[in-house]
Nanobody, 124 residues
Framework: VQLQASGGGLVQPGGSLRLSCAAS????????IAWYRQAPGKEREWVSC????????YYADSVKGRFTISRDNAKTIMYLQMTELKPEDTALYYC??????????????????WGQGTLVTVSS
């Protein structure tokens, strides 16, 4: 049972990337899902989440309007579509999933599964 993140890489400012996170051994049905990131020398920060109760999505102010969290119809892969990337988006991005009927976002301590992280570097 694990999450496997992928899709990171080097992109120029203003570019786009789509991160993927595949669940194995379980499905993302009835799971709250989220993306976090950790920039070099900084604390891990929450980026976005999708509620398991009604599918509502939430975003940190720093990424609102640029990033989109989603889940595939088979409920085995979660995505983070990132557009208009900025150098300050450079970080190791982690996916997470929490089983249960959660309303809104959950705290980082409540996630059952974490991906290994995928590195996004935004630089010219």
């Amino acid at each position: 049972v694990q999450l496997q993140a992928s899709g990171g890489g080097l992109v120029q400012p203003g570019g786009s990337l789509r991160l993927s996170c595949a669940a194995s051994g379980f499905t993302l049905d009835y799971h709250a899902i989220a993306w976090y990131r950790q920039a070099p020398g900084k604390e891990r920060e929450w980026v976005s989440c999708r509620s398991s109760s009604d599918g509502s999505t939430y975003y940190a102010d720093s990424v609102k309007g640029r990033f989109t969290i989603s889940r595939d119809n088979a409920k085995t892969i979660m995505y983070l579509q990132m557009t208009e990337l900025k150098p300050e988006d450079t970080a190791l991005y982690y996916c997470a999933a929490a089983g249960g009927n959660w309303i809104g976002c959950v705290g980082s301590d409540d996630y059952d599964y974490w991906g290994q992280g995928t590195l996004v570097t935004v630089s010219s």
